[in-house]
């Protein structure tokens, strides 16, 4: 079978096609045909040697990807040749509280990841597909999506009425705008891009904000929130906007940190978190129970996740460059 291989760090030129043998699925073990990928930043991060500390040269990349069983092993009660499914991004994060050990089990960074046409999946490292979605619409969930499912409803715990500032309009942000709408939050917006925000407003975006032609675009978002500032951000910039997310929280309002999009180290006023009583929580995706409880979520409510754009697989490597770019609004997916 064929599979992407990382044969050099750097940039999406060290992607190469390579074969590999086909996989045989083992006690507990179901093997998927892959039918589409979809892309997020820490792919990217993973293809640029900026992940892992000691990255291994041969490894296959990205996290999420959905397809229809081939095989099982024995001892396998869940799934059957022919099921649609979806792969968790853990393998070994079924629920509960996360554990150091868990990292291992992560798929496109310490373990191969789902860029090939057969990937072996662990039985409790993959939920059935729900109906309503394409294969590639069941790929932009396991990471992107449970991302934003986690901070704003498990750890966040948003009702109706909040708010939340969504920065940007990459995969994590615009999911978060569907969470937000669907639970009848009022969300806010911001890009560096007018065409971008005009598309979020057609999302159901409440209001927008041009972080280039407003800087203190912190403020401006607790103004526009109508009170002291918004309940949520989903905070996926880093060093370079963490400051003024600070600025955009109300009193006791949440903060999940999830990306590193403008930096990861910077000199941060970290007192101001302290009069505010904010809680500023990390997200690190999900367990497999989150994903189930949103895929029923998701079903209710049959949003549709945005798709930008579908590389087919022998371009992977210029999808990596078309997310490198920023160019993209949701999802990039590549179908194998």
Not at 173 to 198: C, D, P, Y
């Amino acid at each position: 079978m064929k599979a992407f291989e990382i044969k050099a760090y750097g940039d999406p030129s060290g992607l190469s096609l390579a074969d590999r043998p086909n996989p045989s699925p083992g006690p507990g073990q179901v093997l998927v045909r892959v039918q589409a990928v979809s892309l997020n930043y820490r792919d990217l991060l993973v293809v640029q040697g900026q992940y892992d500390r000691n990255p291994q040269l041969g490894r296959i990349p990205c996290s999420d990807g959905a397809g229809e069983v081939v095989a099982i092993g024995a001892g396998v009660a869940q799934f059957k040749p022919g099921d649609r499914v979806v792969g968790c991004f853990f393998q070994a994060w079924i629920g509960g509280r996360f554990k150091a050990e868990y990292h291992r089990s992560a798929l496109g960074g310490a373990i191969d990841g789902v860029l090939a046409e057969e990937v072996l999946f662990a039985e409790n490292g993959l939920l059935p597909l729900p109906e309503i979605y394409s294969f590639e619409e069941g790929a932009t969930l396991p990471c992107a999506a449970l991302t934003a499912w986690q901070s704003l409803f498990v750890r966040g715990r948003l009702t109706a009425g909040d708010s939340v500032l969504l920065l940007g309009t990459g995969g994590v942000s615009i999911f978060g705008l569907q969470f937000a709408k669907a639970a009848g939050a009022k969300a806010i917006v911001t890009s560096s891009s007018n065409e971008k925000l005009k598309r979020a407003r057609d999302l159901g975006a409440d209001e927008v904000i041009n972080y280039r032609l407003i800087p203190e675009w912190g403020k401006e978002a607790a103004r526009l929130s109508g009170v002291d500032g918004v309940d949520h951000v989903i905070e996926v910039g880093g060093a370079g906007t963490f400051q003024q997310s600070v600025r955009a929280t109300r009193f006791n309002g949440n903060i999940g940190v999830i990306g590193i999009l403008s930096g990861r180290e910077t000199a941060t006023e970290i007192f101001s978190i302290v009069p505010k009583g904010l809680s500023v929580f990390g997200i690190y995706v999900g367990s497999r129970t989150m994903f189930e409880d949103m895929n029923r979520g998701l079903s209710q409510n049959r949003l549709k996740p945005v798709i930008d754009r579908v590389f087919p697989f022998g371009e992977a490597p210029d999808a990596f460059r078309y997310l490198e770019s920023g160019a993209h609004f949701g999802k990039v997916v590549i179908a194998v």
